[in-house]
């Protein structure tokens, strides 16, 4: 018998949660049922008490099903150095699959018991551009305007909200959970822009707030399930690993209410934009950087990236010199200190984060994780010559082998341009990653085909230990 309401009296009562899914109010509709949500999202909520997610999977059944089949519960193990915990998350009140009951999530949308509709759906869930131009095609044209099912996610809130608004259901906030320049922002132009497509404006009421979310939460391994089940006593499906460190800064934009996040710490705010920009372009621009570098020296995960001779030494630099001058930081915070703080994260043995995972999706990642942050050097006159490096790894990673020939998988959805572009100017032309006043600058498209060439003649590990080009 694995997890589920009827065993949940054998788990460890320290590790039960404080209500059950049956007790709480289907306030919040979420679509995107990933790792993220579930050890993140879901953590604030059950620690906020009272309401309930009604969890979305828009596309793959697995998780779903293995959640129905828990009747909702599963494990967060969080994990470090000491140890792991597990605590049980019981708030999904509801469970539906967009992909076969797409009426379902909007009818969840319209419902007045909902006053919050999150999203974790990655960049690409979107569909939009750099610029923030939704990409229309047949498809999603017909499900904006009704002539089929709305499957995707701009299809789901469009009908959703439309269905609300004739519902007369209320105010509700719509919160981006993805990292994202500008998440709300760019959310409320995808959405305004959806809506013109089957034309209709967005109705009154509706808000979206901008967020800046961050815990490393993994994909899911056999030793999470291991892990999971040692510590609850019974089998548990669909756990999720983390580290111990959460943080959420979420614009107090709510027309209809929301949680009380606070209480599990959340920092509500009016403007969320410098914890936004330190956090993509410093934790997750140097991600990257353990991403790219890692994978190519054959390192398969970002605590082992990050313990390559001279790593540390070179990440600190580029933190100090490159992204801090381009970065102003929350009041009372420093850019050195805060990147000290990701690079102990990063360090954590027991999270076991893929650099194949972090790296997947460059082309979508790249904008705000690193191409602003070199624009903006660069214009204010600095070499930014590490950026350049995490960008020639990038570079060498598209070629799609590491250093020892082996292959590397490019998840990505340019992938077909990327493997057909070899050179540094060919990558830097395409522009729904770059800006032309990067191509236009020779100088520094030397210094990227230089480190390219470094990393191509002596390779990764090498480049880093000598930590110079
Ligand atoms: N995992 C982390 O450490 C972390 C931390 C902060 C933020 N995030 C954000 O959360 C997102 C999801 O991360 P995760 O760890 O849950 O990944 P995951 O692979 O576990 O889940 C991805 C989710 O996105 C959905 N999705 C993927 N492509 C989609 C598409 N085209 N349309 C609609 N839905 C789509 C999937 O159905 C799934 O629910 C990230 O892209 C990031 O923006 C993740
Ligand atoms: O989730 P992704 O694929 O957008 O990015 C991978 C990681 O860089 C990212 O998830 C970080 O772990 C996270 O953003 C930390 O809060």
Same mark, same amino acid.
């Not at 909200?161 to 994202?180: F, I, Q, T, Y």
């Not at 006593?233 to 756990?239: F, K, T």
């Given at each position: 018998?694995?997890?589920?309401?009827?065993?949940?009296?054998?788990?460890?009562?320290?590790?039960?949660?404080?209500?059950?899914?049956?007790?709480?109010?289907?306030?919040?509709?979420?679509?995107?049922?990933?790792?993220?949500?579930?050890?993140?999202?879901?953590?604030? *909520? @059950?620690?906020?008490?009272?309401?309930?997610?009604?969890?979305?999977?828009?596309?793959?059944?697995?998780?779903?099903?293995?959640?129905?089949?828990?009747?909702?519960?599963?494990?967060?193990?969080?994990?470090?150095?000491?140890?792991?915990?597990?605590?049980?998350?019981?708030?999904?009140?509801?469970?539906?699959?967009?992909?076969?009951?797409?009426?379902?999530?909007?009818?969840?949308?319209?419902?007045?018991?909902?006053?919050?509709?999150?999203?974790?759906?990655?960049?690409?869930?979107?569909?939009?551009?750099?610029?923030?131009?939704?990409?229309?095609? =047949?498809?999603?044209?017909?499900?904006?305007?009704?002539?089929?099912?709305?499957?995707?996610?701009?299809?789901?809130?469009?009908?959703?909200?439309?269905?609300? =608004?004739?519902?007369?259901?209320?105010?509700?906030?719509?919160?981006?959970?993805?990292?994202?320049?500008?998440?709300?922002?760019?959310?409320?132009?995808?959405?305004?822009?959806?809506?013109?497509?089957?034309?209709?404006?967005?109705?009154?009421?509706?808000?979206?707030?901008?967020?800046?979310?961050?815990?490393?939460?993994?994909?899911?391994?056999?030793?999470?399930?291991?892990?999971?089940?040692?510590?609850?006593?019974?089998?548990?499906?669909?756990?999720?690993?983390?580290?111990? %460190?959460?943080?959420?800064?979420?614009?107090?934009?709510?027309?209809?209410?929301?949680?009380?996040?606070?209480?599990?710490?959340?920092?509500?705010?009016?403007?969320?934009?410098?914890?936004?920009?330190?956090?993509?372009?410093?934790?997750?621009?140097?991600?990257?950087?353990?991403?790219?570098?890692?994978?190519?020296?054959?390192?398969?995960?970002?605590?082992?990236?990050?313990?390559?001779?001279?790593?540390?030494?070179?990440?600190?630099?580029?933190?100090?010199?490159?992204?801090?001058?381009?970065?102003?930081?929350?009041?009372?915070?420093?850019?050195?200190?805060?990147?000290?703080?990701?690079?102990?994260? %990063?360090?954590?043995?027991?999270?076991?984060?893929?650099?194949? @995972?972090?790296?997947?999706?460059? *082309?979508?990642?790249?904008?705000?994780?690193?191409? =602003?942050?070199?624009?903006?050097?660069?214009?204010?006159?600095?070499?930014?010559?590490?950026?350049?490096?995490?960008?020639?790894?990038?570079?060498? %990673?598209?070629?799609?082998?590491?250093?020892?020939?082996?292959?590397?998988?490019?998840?990505?959805?340019?992938?077909?341009?990327?493997?057909?572009?070899? *050179?540094?100017?060919?990558?830097?032309?395409?522009?729904?990653? %770059?800006?032309?006043?990067?191509?236009?600058?020779?100088?520094?498209?030397?210094?990227?085909?230089?480190?390219?060439?470094?990393?191509?003649?002596?390779?990764?590990?090498?480049?880093?230990?000598?930590?110079?080009?």
């Amino acid at each position: 018998m694995g997890l589920s309401l009827s065993t949940l009296d054998t788990v460890p009562r320290e590790s039960r949660p404080p209500a059950l899914p049956g007790d709480l109010t289907p306030g919040i509709v979420h679509i995107g049922l990933g790792a993220f949500h579930r050890a993140h999202q879901a953590v604030y *909520t @059950q620690a906020a008490g009272g309401w309930g997610i009604v969890g979305v999977a828009p596309r793959s059944r697995d998780v779903l099903d293995r959640l129905r089949a828990q009747d909702g519960l599963y494990s967060v193990v969080t994990v470090d150095g000491d140890g792991s915990r597990a605590d049980v998350i019981g708030v999904h009140c509801g469970l539906l699959h967009g992909g076969s009951d797409p009426d379902a999530v909007v009818a969840a949308i319209a419902d007045p018991r909902t006053r919050v509709v999150t999203l974790t759906v990655t960049e690409k869930g979107y569909r939009l551009d750099a610029a923030g131009n939704l990409t229309v095609d =047949e498809g999603l044209r017909a499900e904006l305007t009704g002539a089929a099912p709305p499957l995707s996610t701009p299809g789901a809130l469009v009908r959703g909200l439309l269905a609300r =608004e004739a519902a007369g259901a209320g105010p509700l906030a719509v919160l981006c959970s993805d990292n994202m320049r500008g998440n709300g922002a760019r959310l409320r132009g995808m959405v305004t822009q959806a809506l013109g497509v089957a034309g209709r404006g967005v109705p009154a009421g509706i808000s979206f707030p901008s967020a800046m979310v961050d815990r490393i939460v993994p994909a899911t391994t056999s030793r999470t399930l291991d892990l999971a089940h040692t510590a609850l006593g019974v089998p548990d499906a669909a756990p999720v690993t983390a580290e111990p %460190f959460m943080q959420w800064v979420i614009e107090d934009d709510f027309p209809g209410g929301r949680p009380r996040w606070e209480r599990a710490g959340a920092i509500l705010t009016d403007d969320v934009a410098p914890w936004e920009s330190m956090k993509l372009r410093v934790l997750l621009g140097v991600h990257s950087g353990l991403a790219y570098l890692g994978a190519l020296a054959g390192v398969e995960t970002i605590d082992r990236a990050l313990s390559l001779p001279g790593m540390v030494d070179l990440m600190e630099r580029l933190i100090r010199d490159d992204i801090a001058p381009t970065v102003t930081p929350p009041p009372g915070v420093t850019v050195v200190g805060y990147g000290a703080q990701a690079l102990h994260r %990063f360090a954590n043995p027991a999270l076991g984060h893929r650099t194949l @995972q972090v790296a997947m999706d460059g *082309t979508q990642k790249l904008p705000y994780r690193l191409v =602003e942050t070199i624009v903006d050097g660069r214009r204010a006159g600095l070499p930014m010559e590490l950026a350049a490096l995490v960008l020639a790894a990038w570079m060498r %990673f598209t070629r799609g082998t590491a250093d020892d020939g082996s292959p590397l998988p490019l998840n990505d959805p340019l992938a077909d341009r990327l493997r057909g572009g070899s *050179t540094v100017d060919e990558l830097l032309a395409i522009e729904e990653v %770059f800006p032309p006043v990067l191509r236009e600058d020779r100088e520094y498209v030397a210094r990227v085909e230089h480190w390219l060439g470094a990393l191509e003649s002596g390779g990764a590990a090498d480049t880093v230990k000598a930590g110079h080009g």
